[in-house]
């Protein structure tokens, strides 16, 4: 089960108490889950269809709680890749009528295509709980959230931009920033701050998904500050074990040389500690020496053994032998 399926199901079993609550989250099923079949001349049906099968039985339990609705939720098999059963509630034709306007889809018992109102109806949705309902009618019917544990993603996906705009000020009024697009046809309200989703959770009432969302969310937020702290690391430590390779080889030219003996005591000294404990940090190095001395100290002198080197390789190069740098042993 996905975890989308679970947080339906989860808010599926919630509770109905209010009517006008009730009222708001079918207005929302059939807003995002429903189709208006007409059937010849001012006959029309109303469908709604889902795969999810607790979602249709609370949809079959706000149909009777709120508009004393019985109705049959008939089962057929869907023909995708993914073979499902699509659970398909319908409201005869008798009732079709005042049920539009009572979910205030309609104004009035005459019906006209052009008139629908397939935007969030404004009066059902006055009270808090009314509005969490609508959302939460509303992820039911047309919403999914990716499992945490790949990415933070929410949306609903709906047929009419009016209705997309309406859900994204409906968020708005609880500080959850819903951004739309359209593709192909569709206007999609999303989500992808993981705080954002966790509180969009909690709106709509799904407390078992939050607590689940929040472990996954803390262990990924553990072991990506790990990582961040390892990869640090491993990078501090590339970076010694370069720059001690590159020291230790100009080291070697001065062997190669010999000059290295040579050089005045502070940097013979350093000279011979960097060949012995070539893992050994600048720190390291300069609590190693006679008179210890610090990090950008040692940095400083070790430099100078670098730059006598390089004009030792410049010497070799325009055929000058055993020519020592006089000007680069000043300390």
């Given at each position: 089960?996905?975890?989308?399926s679970?947080?339906?199901?989860?808010?599926?079993?919630?509770?109905?108490?209010?009517?006008?609550?009730?009222?708001?989250?079918?207005?929302?099923?059939?807003?995002?889950?429903?189709?208006i079949?007409?059937?010849?001349?001012?006959?029309?049906?109303?469908?709604?269809?889902?795969?999810?099968?607790?979602?249709?039985?609370?949809?079959?339990?706000?149909?009777?709680?709120?508009?004393?609705?019985?109705?049959?939720?008939?089962?057929?098999?869907?023909?995708?890749?993914?073979?499902?059963?699509s659970?398909?509630?319908?409201?005869e034709?008798?009732?079709?009528?005042?049920?539009?306007?009572?979910?205030?889809?309609?104004?009035?018992?005459?019906?006209?295509?052009?008139?629908?109102?397939?935007?969030?109806?404004?009066?059902?949705?006055?009270?808090?709980?009314?509005?969490?309902?609508?959302?939460?009618g509303?992820?039911?019917?047309c919403?999914?959230?990716?499992?945490?544990?790949?990415?933070?993603?929410?949306?609903?996906?709906?047929?009419?931009?009016?209705?997309?705009?309406?859900?994204?000020?409906?968020?708005?009024?609880?500080?959850?920033?819903?951004?739309?697009?359209?593709?192909?046809?569709?206007?999609?309200v999303?989500?992808?701050?993981?705080?954002?989703?966790?509180?969009?959770?909690?709106?709509?009432?799904?407390?078992?998904?939050?607590?689940?969302?929040?472990?996954?969310?803390?262990?990924?937020?553990?072991?990506?500050?790990?990582?961040?702290?390892?990869?640090?690391?491993t990078?501090?430590?590339?970076?010694?074990?370069?720059?001690?390779?590159?020291?230790?080889?100009?080291?070697?030219?001065?062997?190669?040389?010999?000059?290295?003996?040579?050089?005045?005591?502070?940097?013979?000294?350093?000279?011979?500690?960097?060949?012995?404990?070539?893992?050994?940090?600048?720190k390291?190095?300069?609590?190693?020496?006679?008179?210890?001395?610090?990090?950008?100290?040692?940095?400083?002198?070790?430099r100078?053994?670098?730059?006598?080197?390089?004009?030792?390789?410049?010497?070799?190069?325009?055929?000058?032998?055993?020519?020592?740098?006089?000007?680069?042993?000043?300390?």
């Amino acid at each position: 089960m996905t975890f989308s399926s679970k947080i339906k199901d989860e808010l599926s079993r919630n509770e109905i108490i209010d009517v006008c609550c009730a009222k708001a989250e079918i207005a929302a099923l059939v807003r995002t889950a429903g189709y208006i079949n007409f059937k010849g001349l001012k006959k029309l049906e109303i469908e709604m269809s889902t795969e999810n099968a607790a979602i249709a039985r609370h949809i079959f339990k706000l149909l009777k709680f709120a508009f004393d609705i019985s109705t049959e939720v008939s089962v057929k098999r869907t023909n995708r890749l993914k073979k499902k059963n699509s659970y398909n509630i319908r409201i005869e034709e008798e009732l079709s009528r005042s049920f539009l306007k009572d979910i205030q889809l309609t104004k009035d018992d005459e019906l006209n295509f052009m008139n629908f109102n397939y935007g969030v109806p404004k009066d059902l949705v006055k009270n808090d709980c009314c509005k969490r309902a609508y959302i939460r009618g509303s992820f039911m019917g047309c919403g999914s959230i990716s499992d945490p544990e790949k990415s933070y993603h929410a949306e609903l996906v709906n047929n009419k931009e009016e209705h997309g705009k309406g859900l994204c000020k409906l968020l708005k009024k609880y500080n959850i920033n819903g951004k739309m697009l359209n593709r192909k046809n569709y206007f999609i309200v999303y989500v992808k701050e993981s705080e954002q989703i966790s509180d969009l959770l909690s709106l709509m009432g799904a407390y078992n998904a939050v607590l689940d969302f929040e472990n996954i969310r803390a262990v990924k937020e553990t072991r990506n500050q790990i990582n961040r702290v390892i990869n640090c690391e491993t990078a501090n430590l590339d970076k010694i074990v370069d720059t001690s390779m590159r020291q230790i080889n100009h080291i070697k030219i001065l062997k190669k040389h010999k000059v290295i003996d040579k050089l005045p005591e502070n940097l013979r000294e350093l000279a011979y500690l960097r060949l012995k404990h070539s893992n050994a940090s600048l720190k390291e190095l300069g609590q190693m020496l006679n008179s210890p001395l610090g990090k950008s100290g040692v940095n400083h002198r070790l430099r100078k053994i670098e730059e006598i080197a390089e004009e030792l390789l410049e010497q070799e190069k325009r055929g000058v032998k055993d020519e020592i740098p006089k000007s680069n042993f000043k300390k």
